[in-house]
Every structure is written in structure tokens, then in C-alpha cells.
């Protein structure tokens, strides 16, 4: 639950359901367990966290919904449900895009003002966004394969550790000497804010096949491979920041989000950088990187302040680019199995 004044966004109660636990026996996030738990945890989850902000159906003036991209079992119990509150109580719907959701994520803690530059990290993106307002969002560059998160939870398959992927690489890497396992940083030798993880995670697969697989030695591939993550995110950064100081004839914010943005030798080495570039560095809190409803409750309120919302047949989206224009015209990062997920 989330009220937006001119004054002051407040966050009045927040809950998550975790489903790691429904999943782990699978190796990997099973869509048809993911819709039936959305099923069956919305109604208790929304009652509670009404119950935590102290407050009814009667006061509510919107609500909002993801309503893509992702797994689409999931995006349609969230849209179905918001949709019935809507129409029920004859309240504004707000279909929000979840990377809307991270790239506004940072305005939930702070003052952050537009336009900002956005490194969004997460499972399923790696994207340079320019944030120029609510709804304006200019893709600068992103990855051509996989997305960084997605080589996190890889290299984590790939070592037999448990958990969620980037928790537990990040906890390997920091018993682990980063230059003892020689890994690559694709596409760094290469102009442009393009990124490439697929190599790293082939070579990664690589050092793991190597025997015997010793603590010492999942450490530090976990190291090294952390450190190769950061080197690519560093480089490619620093580039955009070059870029947008000409866009906007000055150097501004940078900020850094969603769930890799956890990470916190990958905040120190991007906020060392931004503050060699002059520019203000702004990571959200931990809770608030990795997937949550605050950010996207911050987006629905956002855009209906603006008077934008949404019809009751808006429809549930797997895939929908946070820059329709940039992915309508290098479709190689659009649609298609084939295509970057990113
Ligand atoms: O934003 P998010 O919660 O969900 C998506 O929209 O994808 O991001 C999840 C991703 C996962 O790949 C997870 O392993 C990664 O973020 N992640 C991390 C850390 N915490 C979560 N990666 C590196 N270090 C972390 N501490
Ligand atoms: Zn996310």
C-alpha cells in the first residue's frame, strides 16, 4: 500500500510471498507452480497488507498491477485480481510495465529527480536506460544474450550452490581471490553500451568442469566471475556516462537497480565510477532492487497523478519493452526465442 502526495511518497505496508521454497526440488522456476501459487497467495497477501497500512477496500483511490513482462501465468492472476478490485470498488486501474517499476524504483527512498541515467539489472534485463520522466525512457544500450542476473543464477547452477543465485555467488565470492580463475569480459574491446554475459557463463561452466571442484576453488571462480560481471558493468557505465553528459551538457544521476543492484561489490564499484564521472550515485535499499509491489505501486501512482490509467481488457504482456520505439527498431533485442531477453 503506497500514498503519493506532492510532499512525500510513503510506503504504508509492503508484503512478499517468497516461492524459492515451491520451486528448489526443480532446478529452475516452474511457470504452472508459479500461476497456482499467485492464485492462491494474492487474496491473503492483499488482506494483510490492507491489515499492516490500517486501511480498507473504501479508501483505496487506484490500484495498480504488473502487467508484463514475465512469466505470463503470474502477470495474469496479478491483473485479474487488481482488475476485480477496480471494478469492484469503480476505482482506476494502472497496468504497470515491471521494468517501469525498477526504473522508478529509486524516487521510492529518495529525491531522485528526472532525468537520471539507469543501469537496470536484474534476471531477466541488463539495460542503459535514460529516465526522462514517467513514461519516457530511452533504451541506450543493453545486453545482446543473457541478462546479468541470469549468469548469477547459472554460475550458481553450475557450482552446486544453493539458494537464490546472486545471494549465493555473492557469498562464495567473498572467500575467493578474484584473479585466481582467468575468466573473460565479452564485448569490452567493442565501441557502444552493447553487453554480451553468455561467454562468461560458457567459461564459467568451463572452470567448474575442472576437477576436483574444491571450496577454495568454487570461491574464487565465484570471485573471478563476480569481478568479471563488475569489469563489464564499470566499462560500459563509465561509457554512458560519457554519453548522456553530451546528451544533457552536464553530468547528472546515475543510478543503479533491480535485483543484481543488490549486490554490493558490483553498488561499490559502479558508485567509485560514477563519482570519478562527477555524477551522484543513487542505488535503492536492498528491498527494494530485487522484485517488490512498493516499486510498482510508486508506477501506477505515478501515472495516475499524470491521469493515465488503463482499460479493463488491458492484457497480460510476456514480453513488452520498456522502450517500444528502440525495440521496434533494433529488433534483435525484441521478440523471438531467439532474440536477448533483455
Ligand atoms: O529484479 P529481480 O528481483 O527479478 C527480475 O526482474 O528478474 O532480479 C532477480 C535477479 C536474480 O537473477 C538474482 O540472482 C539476482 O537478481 N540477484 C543478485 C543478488 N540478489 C539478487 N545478483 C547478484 N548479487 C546479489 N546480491
Ligand atoms: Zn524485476
Not at 494483510?48 to 502477470?75: H, Q, R, Y
Not at 552536464?250 to 561489490?265: D, S, W
Not at 535499499?285 to 516499486?295: E, G, I, V
Request: some cysteine; charged content about 25%.
Amino acid at each position: 500500500m503506497l500514498r503519493l502526495s506532492l510532499e512525500k511518497t510513503e510506503v504504508l505496508s509492503e508484503r512478499i510471498a517468497s516461492q524459492t521454497e515451491d520451486h528448489a526440488l526443480y532446478g529452475g522456476v516452474v511457470p504452472e507452480i508459479a500461476a497456482r501459487a499467485h492464485v492462491e497467495r494474492l487474496d491473503g497477501l492483499i488482506r494483510l497488507a490492507m491489515k499492516d497500512a490500517g486501511i480498507g477496500f473504501g479508501d483505496l483511490s487506484g490500484v495498480a498491477a504488473t502487467a508484463g513482462p514475465g512469466l505470463i501465468g503470474g502477470v495474469m492472476a496479478g491483473l485479474a485480481t487488481a482488475k476485480a478490485i477496480a471494478l469492484a470498488r469503480g476505482i482506476p486501474l494502472v497496468a504497470v510495465n515491471h521494468l517501469e517499476g525498477h526504473a522508478l524504483s529509486p524516487r521510492l527512498a529518495d529525491d531522485v529527480s528526472f532525468p537520471y541515467l539507469l543501469l537496470l539489472v536484474s534476471g531477466g534485463h541488463c539495460q542503459f536506460v535514460s529516465v526522462e520522466g514517467v513514461g519516457k525512457y530511452r533504451r541506450l544500450g543493453s545486453t545482446i544474450d543473457d541478462a546479468a542476473g541470469e549468469a548469477f543464477d547459472k554460475t550458481a547452477k553450475l557450482l552446486g550452490l544453493s539458494g537464490q543465485g546472486g545471494p549465493a555467488v555473492e557469498r562464495e565470492a567473498a572467500k575467493g581471490d578474484p584473479d585466481a580463475v582467468d575468466l573473460p569480459r565479452p564485448l569490452l574491446d567493442r565501441p557502444g553500451l552493447d553487453m554480451s554475459f553468455s561467454g562468461l557463463k560458457t567459461a564459467v561452466r568451463r572452470a567448474a568442469e575442472e576437477m576436483p571442484l574444491t571450496d577454495k576453488r568454487r570461491a574464487d571462480i565465484c570471485a573471478g566471475f563476480q569481478a568479471a560481471v563488475a569489469d563489464i558493468l564499470v566499462v560500459k557505465s563509465a561509457r554512458a556516462m560519457e554519453l548522456v553528459t553530451h546528451i544533457h551538457n552536464a553530468p547528472h544521476t546515475f543510478v543503479v537497480a533491480g535485483g543484481v543492484a543488490a549486490n554490493k561489490t558490483l553498488r561499490a564499484r559502479l558508485e567509485a565510477e560514477a563519482r570519478r564521472a562527477g555524477f551522484r550515485f543513487f542505488a535503492p535499499p536492498l528491498r527494494w532492487c530485487t522484485d517488490n509491489a512498493a516499486m510498482i505501486a510508486l508506477a501506477g501512482a505515478e501515472r495516475l497523478r499524470l491521469g493515465v490509467n488503463d482499460a479493463m481488457d488491458t492484457p497480460a504482456r510476456a514480453r513488452w519493452p520498456l522502450d517500444e520505439a528502440s525495440a521496434a527498431s533494433a529488433p534483435i533485442y525484441g521478440a523471438g526465442k531467439k532474440g536477448a531477453k533483455a
